[in-house]
C-alpha cells in the first residue's frame, strides 16, 4: 500500500565544528517521504519556490516518489540555517527563511485522497487539519510535531489529536504537553487525548512505544560517529509508515518491527550531512542492519 507524506521540503544549510554545507535537500516531508520509500511506494504532498534544483526533483524520483502533489510557486523555497555543537544533542537556528512556504497550502490530487497511509510530517496542525479534511477514510494516520506548534498552536494540536491513530514527539514535547516528567506516564496522558499509539522519541536512546498492547522499547542502531542529526526524527517516523504500509496485518502485529526499521533508516541519516547518505542506502544495507540490532538486543 501507498503512503502520502506532507510536510516541509526546504533547503537546509548546515554548519558542524568540522564542516559547512549550504542550501542541502531538507525538510520534514523531503527526510520522512525517501525514508518511507525504501518500504512502499511514496506520494508527496508540499511546495518549493522557483530556486529549487532540479537535482533535488531527480532526487525524489530516483526513489520512485510521486510527485503530482509537489507544488512549485513563485518565490523561494523555505530555507533553514543551522550550527551543531561538538556534542550534537546541541543546535542553535541561525536563519529562517519561509518564501513560499508561508502561504503553502496542501490541497491534494485526485487521486491522492485514497491513499491509506497518511504521514502528516512536522508542519502546522491547521495545514494538517487541512489535509485529512481532504482524505476518505485513510487506514491509519500519524502525526508527527515539534515544540513550536505546542508554543503558539496547543488548540489546533489538541483537537488534532482526536482524529489521529498515532501520535510521534520527542521527550521533551511530551514532557512540555502533559507537564508530566516521566515519559511512560506522559503517554498513558496523551492517550487519553485521542491517538491509540504514542511514540516518544528519544534522540540517541530511541523511542517508546505506548500502545494497548502495552510498552515497547526500540533503540537507536549505536554509530560510532554522528555527521548531523538534521532530519534523524522524520527519517524515523518515514521508515516506520513505510514499513506498516507494506506489510499484511494488523498494526499492533507489525508496528515494533517498523520502530526498528524506522531507527535504522534514521541512523542511516545521521551519518550524512542532510539527505546525502541516506539517497545512497539500499534497502539491502537496511535490512542487514535491522539483523544487526536484532542480534543486539536479543537475551
Same mark, same amino acid.
Given at each position: 500500500m501507498s503512503v502520502l507524506v506532507v510536510g516541509s521540503t526546504a533547503l537546509d544549510s548546515i554548519k558542524t565544528p568540522k564542516s559547512e554545507n549550504p542550501r542541502l535537500l531538507g525538510g520534514s516531508a523531503s527526510h520522512a517521504a525517501v525514508a518511507a520509500s525504501f518500504f512502499s511506494p511514496v506520494k508527496l504532498v508540499g511546495v518549493v519556490g522557483e530556486d529549487f534544483p532540479k537535482r533535488y526533483?531527480?532526487?525524489?524520483?530516483?526513489?520512485?516518489?510521486?510527485?503530482?502533489?509537489?507544488?512549485?510557486?513563485?518565490?523561494?523555497?523555505?530555507?533553514?540555517?543551522?550550527?551543531?555543537?561538538?556534542?550534537? =544533542? =546541541?543546535?542553535?537556528?541561525?536563519?529562517?527563511?519561509?518564501?513560499?512556504?508561508?502561504?503553502f497550502t496542501p490541497t491534494l490530487p485526485g487521486q491522492h485522497h485514497d491513499t491509506p497511509y497518511v504521514l502528516l510530517a512536522n508542519i502546522a496542525p491547521a495545514l494538517q487539519h487541512h489535509v485529512l479534511d481532504q482524505m476518505r477514510r485513510p487506514k491509519f494516520i500519524v502525526a508527527d510535531t515539534m515544540d513550536l506548534w505546542l508554543n503558539i498552536a496547543l488548540p489546533d494540536l489538541l *483537537?488534532?489529536?482526536?482524529?489521529?491513530?498515532?501520535?510521534?514527539? =520527542?521527550?521533551?514535547?511530551?514532557?512540555?504537553?502533559?507537564?508530566?516528567? =516521566?515519559?511512560?506516564?506522559?503517554?498513558?496522558?496523551?492517550?487519553?487525548?485521542?491517538?491509540?499509539?504514542?511514540?516518544?522519541? *528519544?534522540?540517541?536512546?530511541?523511542?517508546?512505544?505506548?500502545?494497548?498492547?502495552?510498552?515497547?522499547?526500540?533503540?537507536?542502531?549505536?554509530?560510532?560517529?554522528?555527521?548531523?542529526?538534521?532530519?534523524?526524527?522524520?527519517?524515523?517516523?518515514?521508515?516506520?509508515?513505510?514499513y506498516l504500509a507494506s506489510r499484511k496485518g494488523s498494526i499492533d502485529a507489525n508496528l515494533r518491527r517498523g520502530m526498528i526499521c524506522g531507527s535504522v533508516v534514521a541512523s542511516f541519516c545521521c551519518e550524512g550531512f542532510g539527505l546525502r547518505k541516506t539517497t545512497q542506502v539500499t534497502r539491502s544495507m537496511i535490512d542487514a542492519r535491522v539483523k544487526e540490532l536484532e542480534g543486539l538486543v536479543k537475551f
Open positions: 526533483v531527480q532526487l525524489y524520483r530516483k526513489h520512485g516518489i510521486d510527485l503530482e502533489g509537489l507544488q512549485v510557486t513563485r518565490g523561494k523555497t523555505f530555507h533553514w540555517a543551522g550550527e551543531y555543537e561538538v556534542n550534537m =544533542n =546541541n543546535r542553535r537556528t541561525l536563519a529562517t527563511e519561509l518564501g513560499v512556504f508561508e502561504t *483537537k488534532l489529536l482526536r482524529r489521529v491513530d498515532a501520535f510521534v514527539l =520527542n521527550d521533551s514535547e511530551a514532557r512540555q504537553l502533559t507537564k508530566e516528567d =516521566n515519559v511512560v506516564v506522559a503517554a498513558r496522558k496523551i492517550h487519553r487525548l485521542g491517538p491509540k499509539y504514542v511514540i516518544v522519541k *528519544k534522540g540517541e536512546h530511541g523511542a517508546i512505544l505506548s500502545s494497548p498492547s502495552g510498552l515497547f522499547v526500540a533503540p537507536a542502531y549505536p554509530l560510532r560517529k554522528v555527521v548531523d542529526p538534521t532530519g534523524a526524527g522524520d527519517s524515523f517516523v518515514g521508515g516506520l509508515v513505510g
